[in-house]
């Protein structure tokens, strides 16, 4: 046990001791009655530009703490109670084979880890390529335009979070311990240990695509099983339970061995599924959907990415004296516009907008960053909910038939490159000439248009007002050369697929999952829910014989 202090600020250049100085100050005890000192959490306190502070939270284990404690009476200390994560014992349930899982991206990874370290031995399909190969064919898309439907930014190993800003913040609550147990796992396949007490912590590409590869290989070693360029299609059930699922074989045979036809339709049989293929699996909600799944459309949000000079951004959060000493500075902005929520989301500081389609002939923008973020610039979506009112609910997937009427308009508007206008030609509907001040910083080929045809005036409008309104707190916001590109399509998923309390959707054992399911928004929140459908299947089947 230990002591939490919070609240503990020093200024931003402090030295190597200060913090430990103000603890014992804090504690009023000695240096020799401090055994140790743990950083849970650092944030920037921006608030006052002349005088910016680091916030620390600490734990610090000291002789007799119980009299520390009472003695010190600070309302910012108290008895430390981090909630150390344990995985529930198995069940009783036989298991005739082991669970299968849909999607390696945060969900599937962490139930897949999670399952293997109890030893269910779980069978993991992935419809896109191993991380290194799949870099290849994503570079090969930004380069020449030539898109893999099946492994791209959305779809391949590590998901939609592999080429990311790799943000690990998330406003789930946790009384259990997951978050902290995603970020152990990733620091312990590679990921920067300052993850663990950084306010906003972030990864980048970069590291995430060895990151990801790390955890696949864990899961490998502990029995478990991983197949890519395989995309599961149909659930068959018998007597409302699930006994198989049909997949494509989409790779041929290695070289010298014997099977593996190309489009080769097999059954593998399963009682237990952990479905988590993310919201751009479109064509596997149509598939679940004439299964039998029940799934219900959801509210989500469209607009454009924007980008800005990162020095603009630096300046506005921390003032001149240090933007370049706390850079890059974050921002988070929300408005109203005729009722409707006109936000920012997934801000990526120094990091590209990206080409992230993933269908043939529509065109959809994400954000994205290497773990330095030193590309210059600033970039974030600016989106504007759209409810089941606005896209017909006629049917669940009507969201979906939504997003890509946007995207093909997009696509049409660039000849199949990412649509870009300034903003200043935006709101005066024209297309753009030429980049002023803001250099642009793409993964993509990118090509000017008018982004007011493609995104319609109602969500124009809409982004209009906000992004002016949002020059009130970050000057500069809506300069004329800021950069858009569209559109961003897919904040979140336009489906939800109903679970009980159990986990389990109208089918039985069938486990939705993820971001795609409607359960989480974001690469923790994804990798905790996996975590969380694992321990339902852990609580109530014992692990397979072998
Ligand atoms: C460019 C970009 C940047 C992002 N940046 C961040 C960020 O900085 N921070 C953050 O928190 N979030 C970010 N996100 C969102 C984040 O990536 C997702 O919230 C998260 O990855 C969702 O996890 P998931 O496991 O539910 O689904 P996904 O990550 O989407 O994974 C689904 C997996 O299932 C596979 N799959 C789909 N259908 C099938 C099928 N039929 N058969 C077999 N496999 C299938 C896919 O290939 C994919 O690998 C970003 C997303 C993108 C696209």
């Avoid at 596997?284 to 990415?305: I, W």
């Avoid at 250099?439 to 090509?447: A, D, I, K, N, V």
Wanted: hydrophobic share 35%; charged share 25%; aromatic share 6%.
């Amino acid at each position: 046990m230990s002591l939490r202090i919070t609240q503990l600020n020093l200024p931003v250049h402090h030295g190597p001791d200060a913090l430990q100085r103000k603890v014992l100050s804090v504690l009023r005890i000695r240096r020799e009655d401090l055994l140790s000192l743990e950083i849970i959490r650092r944030s920037v306190d921006a608030r006052k530009k002349d005088q910016i502070l680091f916030s620390y939270t600490v734990d610090a284990a000291v002789r007799e703490e119980q009299t520390v404690l009472r003695r010190c009476r600070n309302p910012h200390v108290s008895a430390a109670s981090e909630k150390t994560y344990r995985a529930p014992e198995s069940g009783t349930e036989p298991l005739l084979h082991r669970p299968v899982i849909i999607g390696t991206g945060p969900a599937g990874l962490f139930a897949g880890l999670l399952l293997a370290r109890k030893g269910y031995r779980p069978l993991l399909l992935e419809r896109g390529l191993p991380a290194g190969k799949r870099k290849i064919s994503v570079e090969r898309f930004w380069k020449e335009g030539r898109l893999d439907p099946e492994s791209n930014v959305s779809f391949g190993e590590g998901g939609a979070g592999t080429f990311s800003d790799g943000k690990l913040n998330t406003l789930v609550k946790d009384d259990s311990g997951r978050n902290r147990e995603v970020l152990k796992t990733f620091v312990a396949f590679g990921a920067p240990p300052d993850i663990l007490w950084q306010h906003l912590p972030h990864v980048g590409t970069d590291l995430l695509i060895d990151i990801v590869g790390g955890i696949r290989r864990e899961i490998e070693r502990l029995g478990g099983e991983v197949c890519f360029e395989t995309r599961a299609e149909h659930l068959l059930t018998k007597d409302g339970k699930l006994c198989c699922i049909e997949v494509t074989d989409l790779k041929g045979p290695e070289p010298g061995s014997a099977g593996g036809e190309v489009g080769r339709l097999r059954k593998i049989p399963c009682e237990v599924l952990i479905a988590a293929p993310g919201h751009s699996a479109r064509d596997t909600f149509e598939h679940f959907l004439s299964d039998g799944v029940v799934m219900e459309p959801k509210s989500f949000a469209v607009g454009v990415r924007i980008q800005h000079p990162q020095h603009m951004i630096d300046v506005s959060q921390y003032g001149e004296k240090e933007a370049d000493f706390l850079s890059p500075a974050v921002y988070k902005l929300a408005a109203k516009s005729g009722g409707r929520g006109v936000y920012t989301f997934c801000m990526c500081p120094g990091g590209y907008v990206v080409n992230a389609s993933s269908e043939p002939g529509r065109t959809a923008v994400n954000g994205m960053s290497c773990h330095d973020r030193a590309s210059g610039n600033a970039n974030s979506a600016v989106i504007v909910t759209v409810t089941p009112e606005d896209f017909g609910a006629e049917g669940p997937l009507s969201g979906i038939a939504f997003q890509r009427a946007l995207e093909e308009r997009a696509y049409d508007a660039a000849d199949g490159k990412i649509p870009v206008q300034l903003f200043g030609d935006f709101c005066a509907g024209r297309v753009s000439s030429g980049y002023g001040g803001v250099r642009p910083c793409f993964c993509g080929e990118t090509s000017f248009a008018d982004l007011n045809p493609v995104l319609g005036p109602e969500i124009s409008a809409a982004l209009k007002e906000g992004i002016s309104g949002f020059d009130k707190k970050i000057r500069g916001f809506a300069r004329a050369d800021a950069i858009l590109a569209g559109v961003e399509s897919r904040t979140s998923s336009p489906v939800r697929i109903p679970r009980d309390l159990e986990f389990l959707s109208n089918i039985s054992g069938l486990y939705p999952c993820g971001e795609g399911a409607g359960y989480a928004g974001g690469i923790t929140s994804a990798a905790m829910d996996g975590l969380k459908c694992a321990e339902a299947v852990i609580c109530r089947y014992a692990a397979p014989a072998r």
